[in-house]
């Protein structure tokens, strides 16, 4: 399994904009579809965005489409979400995910997934 490391979360006001990282090991990053999910306090875990392997097509939710990016860099095992526009309710902790099925990430049971980072957004 691929390990995974998130990174780039904190604290900003509403219409800002914020870039997570994920750092995934191996070399076996390629063959990963990967995906951001998100959970916040008292809340169900909810999908975000995913990629598929190659980085060429991306998918994302109806509260993410057009104002979160997603995209990866297979050469350096890294993959990203640009979050524009944030809104309060855009606050959670975001999970990084791996699985070898997109359609995993996208239900939300991934192989791998990371510990997370936080982001809060304030009014």
């Known amino acids: 399994q691929v390990q995974l490391v998130e990174s780039g979360g904190g604290l900003v006001q509403a219409g800002d904009s914020l870039k997570l990282s994920c750092a995934a090991s191996?070399?076996?990053?390629?063959?990963?579809?990967m995906g951001w999910f998100r959970q916040a306090p008292g809340k169900e875990r909810e999908f975000v965005c995913a990629?598929?392997?190659?980085?060429?097509?991306?998918y994302c939710s109806d509260s993410a489409k057009g104002r979160f990016t997603i995209s990866r860099d297979n050469a350096k095992n890294m993959m990203y979400l640009q979050m524009d526009n944030l809104k309060p309710e855009d606050t959670a902790v975001y999970h990084c995910a791996a699985d070898q099925v997109l359609h995993n990430i996208v239900v939300i049971n991934p192989a791998s997934w990371g510990q997370g980072t936080q982001v809060t957004v304030s009014s």
């Open positions: 990629i598929i392997k190659s980085g060429s097509s991306s």
């Open positions: 191996g070399r076996t990053f390629n063959t990963y579809a």
